[in-house]
């Protein structure tokens, strides 16, 4: 087959193998949306009077049959094809004829992998959308759920005061919230159609820009051409730093999990098919999965570091650095696709220890609930602080084990209403 752009003088198998790299496998990924963004510009070439009418009807045929292979499973790329673009080019020449070759006009690869990338990238971003919901949606109902159950809270890794299981289930429901509006902003930078830019300069062809933007179905054009260009490497860092910001919350979440998981804790437990065992300890039941996903959501959290260093010091226009982006974010979003899963997976068989304050060591959580109630009945704060202080230091501090917080936010108003309400908001 050869590659596109040769003319005449071939690369070594060395050089060929170097400069390619993973970018046939990654490239599978963008087939279904390298044949939409083909179909949709056959569409425009023909309205622009580049493609006759029939040519056109031709090539859209010949482009469903290869989209149907691609959604059944038999699309492969030939050993010798270069790359996605390649392949369909050169299945459509083989298939139609000259015909085949006519699909190319008013575009260069540079445009045409913009095109899939974003294609891809929004409809990954629709699908995280949807899996955060569902997690969002499982953490409110286990915040209603047992949001009169107590738990101690912490600072400094020291117990602190109250907290309570539908405080926390709920805190990391929000927590999402604030995800969704970075996913948002993602979206938004991706949704821009790119096509039209070519190398980055634009074609003397009279394009019709706008077209191609309403059958591709994006918002907006990247109008000057250089933009669209420069878009490349902007659009995975949005995708990447959004990410990261979910991936934050997740290993948070996770890094909870195994230490509320601990026997020095034993606040939460799971059934023993979603934990492991040790080889010489029979007692043991290991966090493994929460583990994974806790290091899987820190390696997510290098992604955008990695992407600013990958398209540092390179002037505007395409540099073949670009495609190695593709080994960089394309595994992170299937990382993290897993991670969301396995959190609502794990969460499922959550049981929580509705006991935990009758240990005697956790009297102290209520030390600030003392110091309030004394300040309600008319005693200054410092005095209250002293005094209650004054009686812990003398063991003589009896806790009385209940808390009274009416405000927004707190153990006894959750709001989770209008944190569903402030998601809803935040979706796209």
């Given at each position: 087959m050869g590659t596109l752009w040769n003319k005449g003088t071939a690369a070594t198998d060395i050089v060929e193998s170097f400069t390619v790299g993973n970018d046939r496998e990654l490239d599978l990924r963008l087939a279904k949306y390298d044949v939409l963004g083909s179909k949709a510009h056959i569409k425009m070439l023909a309205s622009v009077g580049l493609l006759e009418d029939e040519e056109e009807k031709e090539l859209e045929k010949g482009l469903n049959e290869i989209l149907r292979e691609i959604e059944a499973g038999n699309f492969t790329l030939s050993e010798d094809a270069e790359d996605i673009h390649s392949q369909i080019e050169f299945l459509l020449t083989q298939r139609l004829g000259e015909i085949g070759k006519k699909i190319h006009s008013g575009r260069s690869r540079n445009d045409q992998v913009l095109v899939d990338l974003k294609l891809f990238l929004k409809e990954e971003l629709e699908t995280f959308r949807d899996e955060i919901m569902e997690l969002f949606r499982k953490l409110q109902a286990l915040s209603e759920k047992y949001k009169d159950i107590?738990?101690?809270?912490?600072?400094?890794?020291?117990?602190?005061?109250?907290?309570?299981?539908?405080?926390?289930?709920?805190?990391?429901?929000?927590?999402?919230?604030?995800?969704?509006?970075?996913?948002?902003?993602?979206?938004?930078?991706?949704?821009?159609?790119?096509?039209?830019?070519?190398?980055?300069?634009?074609?003397?062809?009279?394009?019709?820009?706008?077209?191609?933007?309403?059958?591709?179905?994006?918002?907006?054009?990247?109008?000057?051409?250089?933009?669209?260009?420069?878009?490349?490497?902007?659009?995975?860092?949005?995708?990447?730093?959004?990410?990261?910001?979910?991936?934050?919350?997740?290993?948070?979440?996770?890094?909870?999990?195994?230490?509320?998981?601990?026997?020095?804790?034993?606040?939460?437990?799971?059934?023993?098919?979603?934990?492991?065992?040790?080889?010489?300890?029979?007692?043991?039941?290991?966090?493994?999965?929460?583990?994974?996903?806790?290091?899987?959501?820190?390696?997510?959290?290098?992604?955008?570091?990695?992407?600013?260093?990958?398209?540092?010091?390179?002037?505007?226009?395409?540099?073949?650095?670009?495609?190695?982006?593709?080994?960089?974010?394309?595994?992170?979003?299937?990382?993290?696709?897993?991670?969301?899963?396995?959190?609502?997976?794990?969460?499922?068989?959550?049981?929580?220890?509705?006991?935990?304050?009758?240990?005697?060591?956790?009297?102290?959580?209520?030390?600030?609930?003392?110091?309030?109630?004394?300040?309600?009945?008319?005693?200054?704060?410092?005095?209250?602080?002293?005094?209650?202080g004054i009686e812990v230091n003398k063991g003589e501090f009896k806790a009385e084990k209940r808390v009274c917080h009416t405000h927004q936010g707190s153990i006894g108003n959750l709001c989770t209403e209008q944190i569903r309400l402030k998601m809803e908001k935040a979706l796209f």
């Open positions: 107590l738990l101690p809270g912490y600072t400094h890794a020291q117990i602190a005061m109250p907290s309570s299981f539908g405080l926390w289930f709920g805190a990391y429901a929000e927590a999402l919230a604030d995800d969704m509006y970075m996913l948002r902003g993602a979206y938004q930078v991706v949704n821009q159609n790119p096509l039209g830019s070519a190398a980055g300069y634009g074609s003397s062809f009279p394009l019709d820009r706008e077209m191609t933007t309403r059958l591709l179905g994006f918002a907006t054009l990247n109008y000057n051409s250089i933009a669209a260009q420069l878009s490349r490497g902007k659009s995975e860092k949005a995708v990447a730093s959004a990410l990261s910001q979910l991936a934050l919350t997740l290993n948070k979440f996770a890094a909870d999990c195994c230490m509320y998981m601990c026997g020095n804790f034993g606040f939460i437990k799971f059934p023993d098919q979603l934990t492991t065992g040790s080889s010489i300890m029979p007692h043991k039941k290991n966090p493994d999965v929460w583990e994974i996903i806790r290091g899987n959501c820190n390696r997510i959290q290098s992604l955008p570091n990695e992407i600013s260093l990958l398209c540092t010091n390179m002037p505007h226009g395409y540099h073949r650095d670009y495609q190695l982006l593709k080994d960089v974010l394309f595994p992170g979003l299937e990382q993290m696709h897993k991670c969301i899963f396995m959190t609502g997976y794990m969460l499922d068989g959550i049981t929580v220890n509705e006991y935990i304050l009758d240990d005697p060591k956790y009297d102290y959580l209520f030390t600030v609930e003392e110091v309030n109630k004394r300040v309600l009945q008319g005693t200054p704060f410092r005095e209250a602080y002293k005094a209650v």
